[in-house]
């Protein structure tokens, strides 16, 4: 998998940079990293479906919150543990994932996503009952405790950066090992022409609601983890912004790449820090205009990436990388297709 | 009756609503998701131009609104073409589908910094026109409502049918090569698409305006505008008549007898319905290449 040794150092820095990270930041940016890594997981996830497998979905907060309100039902009410409550949320999800890939057997590109958009809304509206029927009152959330093991609480900042960091590294690992399995190979068969990977063999509806219920289940997992993050669970949080964003987050990185998706989620998380860190250098006070601000960088990414650099951020990682592999020659060599 | 006047002055508003979206996806098959906020800030601009020199709308100031909104909007949709729309000329139709959602995120964005998310009204016919004896009543902005749709349906129709433009238009949604090679000019057709397009969501939008109060969640009957499109089948303005009425019709009675919460879920569970039995809805035509 990594046959130069360049590729060898540039993962070794990374992995180094990034275990270090904790000793040389605060806790805001910390807290600013956790949140990345939990969106991450979500981004593999949506882009294990739309970008490996084709099947373009709006579905991704309804299955964030599924994910969410499994653990908050498991740990609140019942007392579960983390270690059974987070892998039963993603068994949940994925089951929610595998009815909603149920209409992607019949059909294709934008008829899909209204029908997944379609399903968020229902699947939001059971969820906004179920809160007000549960919850304290019908917009307080559900509380979630902090996992833990043995007496020790996850609570601080770091620790839930290696936490996630463990939970991230892991879902990577798998995904891209997946994306090369014959798993990985038959969606994207079926991306680039459904009919043509039929006659090769692939088992179309099979792989189909394969992708939907893997990524359903790493939704659910970011969902989950997201809930025990932030100790509580409404369903306000799960708009259909949110799946936009995370839509917005593998059109940035880069459709059907494991790797994208990771650059994707980290930029769309902290652009609006970012924009409200700019903001906050201006000399004249904005108010609450900056919330919109803020909404617009991420609208203005997507259309910015589709127009001007569709491929997204690997893409251009990529370019860089092939600069310098080739150097000083100005050729890039010609990859066979399909190796991402 | 005061219910069937209410569920035709909602569903005039859905059916121009939707019918913007089936000229945009006639003229190419791109579906616009941004066309609640296309709607809602056009309702804002008209808001802010009424309102631009005093405090009540005067015949003059709504003169003016009227003017500013329409020609804003139209220049608006050709503005949205040149810039966005045909540099995806070619590329997948769920790209330009995904460039739609970002162009809604603007927008909705561009209500929060430039109106702050102020919640107005749009005060104009609020006035009974028409006293039942049970106590409910027809509005002026009722009767406007269903007649500028009905105007405004039957100028498209007069225009698709009748004039040579509309001819090119229609040749031009067929098949946009063929129609190109016969000298029509596909930039000119797609650029009046969109520029009609957002102007029947800008009046659309006034119309809603009109009879409750506007604020950047307001933009989500761009999505019962999408679902009355599809139950009438995305390439037909008959559907998108018909389609508005009964999205309108289910929503106002799931409010009025059931709940409202149910309500707003309401035009997704009919989407499901329509995905489910006829994907092409009521008046579309058959597309064999959604379909597995």
Same mark, same amino acid.
């Given at each position: 998998?990594?046959?130069e040794p360049?590729q ?5 820095i990374v992995?180094a940079?990034v ?6 930041s605060?806790?805001?940016f910390?807290h600013?990293?956790?949140l990345s ?10 882009n294990l479906?739309?970008g ?21 039902i498991?740990a ?12 039963a949320?993603?068994?949940a +999800? ?5 009815? $909603? ?6 059909f ?12 968020h ?7 906004? %009952?179920?809160?007000a029927i549960v !919850?304290?009152s019908?917009?307080?959330?559900i ?11 996850l609570?601080?900042?770091? !620790?839930?950066?290696?936490a996630?960091l463990?939970?991230?590294a892991a879902?990577?690992?798998f995904?891209? %090992?997946l994306?090369?399995?014959?798993i990985?190979r ?10 043509a990977?039929?006659?090769a063999?692939? %088992?179309?509806?099979?792989?189909k ?5 893997i990524s359903?289940?790493?939704?659910a997992?970011?969902?989950s983890l997201?809930?025990?993050f932030?100790?509580?669970?409404t $369903? ?14 593998i059109? $940035? +990185?880069?459709?059907g ?9 980290v ?6 820090f970012? $924009?409200?860190r700019?903001f906050?250098?201006?000399?004249w006070?904005? !108010? ?5 601000v ?7 990414a997507?259309?910015?990436f589709?127009l001007?650099?569709?491929? !997204?951020?690997?893409?251009i990682y990529?370019?860089i ?6 150097w000083?020659?100005r ?10 | 009756m ?7 002055a909602?569903?005039?508003t859905?059916a121009?609503?939707a /019918?913007?979206?089936? &000229?945009i ?5 791109v579906i616009?998701f ?8 056009g309702a804002?601009v ?5 309102f631009?020199?005093?405090?009540t ?5 709504l003169f003016?609104? &009227?003017?500013v ?5 139209a220049?608006?949709?050709?503005v949205i073409?040149?810039?966005l729309?045909r ?9 330009? /589908?995904?460039?739609t ?8 964005a561009a ?6 998310s ?11 026109l028409?006293?039942?004896?049970g106590g409910g009543?027809?509005s002026?902005?009722d009767?406007?409502s269903?007649l500028t749709?009905?105007?405004a349906?039957? /100028?498209?129709?007069?225009?698709f ?30 650029a009046?698409a969109?520029?009609?397009a957002v102007?029947s969501? /800008?009046?659309?939008g006034?119309?809603?305006?009109s009879r409750?109060?506007l604020?950047?969640?307001?933009t ?8 009355a499109?599809l139950?009438?089948?995305l390439?037909?303005?008959r559907?998108a ?8 019709a ?9 709940s ?5 879920t309401v035009?997704?569970l009919?989407l499901l ?6 994907p092409?809805?009521l008046?579309?035509?058959?597309e064999?290449i959604?379909r597995?």
């Amino acid at each position: 998998m990594l046959p130069e040794p360049y590729q060898r150092a540039v993962i070794a820095i990374v992995v180094a940079v990034v275990l270090c990270l904790p000793v040389f930041s605060g806790d805001y940016f910390l807290h600013l990293m956790n949140l990345s890594l939990i969106a991450v997981i979500g981004a593999i996830g949506i882009n294990l479906l739309t970008g490996y497998c084709g099947q373009l979905s709006l579905g991704q907060a309804s299955f964030m919150a599924i994910g969410a309100f499994s653990t908050a039902i498991l740990a609140q009410r019942y007392g579960m543990p983390f270690f059974v409550a987070i892998p039963a949320s993603c068994c949940a +999800g994925a089951a929610v994932g595998f009815l $909603v890939g149920l209409p992607a057997l019949r059909f294709r590109g934008i008829y899909l996503a209204i029908t997944t958009l379609a399903m968020h809304y229902a699947i939001i509206y059971v969820l906004t %009952n179920y809160q007000a029927i549960v !919850g304290p009152s019908a917009s307080a959330g559900i509380t979630v405790p902090p996992p833990s093991i043995e007496g020790f609480k996850l609570t601080s900042e770091r !620790g839930w950066y290696y936490a996630l960091l463990i939970a991230a590294a892991a879902v990577l690992m798998f995904s891209l %090992n997946l994306a090369r399995s014959y798993i990985g190979r038959a969606w994207v068969a079926i991306r680039d022409r459904d009919i043509a990977a039929e006659t090769a063999g692939v %088992n179309v509806p099979r792989y189909k609601l394969l992708a939907f219920t893997i990524s359903a289940a790493l939704a659910a997992l970011a969902g989950s983890l997201g809930a025990y993050f932030t100790t509580v669970v409404t $369903v306000e949080e799960y708009t259909l912004e949110l799946a936009i964003i995370y839509l917005a987050m593998i059109i $940035v +990185g880069g459709m059907g790449s494991v790797v994208g998706s990771v650059f994707g989620a980290v930029f769309i998380t902290l652009l609006p820090f970012a $924009v409200q860190r700019a903001f906050d250098a201006l000399p004249w006070h904005f !108010g609450t205009g900056i919330f919109g601000v803020q909404e617009a960088a991420i609208g203005a990414a997507i259309i910015g990436f589709l127009l001007l650099e569709p491929d !997204g951020l690997i893409e251009i990682y990529r370019r860089i990388a092939t600069y310098f592999e080739r150097w000083p020659f100005r050729y890039r060599e010609i990859k066979p297709s399909g190796a991402r | 009756m005061e219910l069937l006047v209410s569920i035709l002055a909602l569903g005039s508003t859905y059916a121009l609503l939707a /019918a913007g979206i089936v &000229i945009i996806y006639k003229a190419s098959r791109v579906i616009n998701f941004a066309h609640g906020e296309l709607a809602i800030v056009g309702a804002y601009v008209f808001h802010s131009a009424g309102f631009l020199t005093g405090t009540t709308l005067t015949a003059l100031s709504l003169f003016t609104a &009227i003017v500013v909104a329409a020609t804003a909007s139209a220049l608006f949709g050709v503005v949205i073409y040149f810039a966005l729309m045909r540099r995806l000329l070619g590329r997948p139709t769920f790209v330009a /589908a995904m460039v739609t959602i970002g162009l809604a995120i603007i927008l909705k964005a561009a209500i929060v910094v430039i109106w702050n998310s102020r919640s107005v009204g749009i005060p104009i016919g609020r006035q009974a026109l028409y006293n039942f004896a049970g106590g409910g009543r027809i509005s002026w902005i009722d009767v406007i409502s269903v007649l500028t749709c009905a105007a405004a349906f039957a /100028a498209l129709a007069i225009f698709f049918q009748l004039t040579r433009l509309g001819r090119q238009f229609r040749g031009a949604a067929e098949n946009p090569l063929l129609a190109a090679q016969r000298q029509v000019n596909i930039n000119l057709i797609l650029a009046i698409a969109w520029s009609v397009a957002v102007f029947s969501a /800008a009046l659309a939008g006034v119309l809603f305006g009109s009879r409750s109060m506007l604020s950047p969640q307001s933009t989500i009957i761009g999505l019962s505008g999408l679902t009355a499109a599809l139950v009438g089948g995305l390439d037909s303005l008959r559907g998108a008549a018909i389609g508005g009425l009964l999205v309108a019709a289910a929503t106002y009675l799931t409010a009025r007898l059931i709940s409202p919460t149910l309500a707003e879920t309401v035009p997704f569970l009919i989407l499901l319905i329509v995905m489910s039995w006829r994907p092409w809805g009521l008046f579309g035509t058959v597309e064999e290449i959604n379909r597995v």
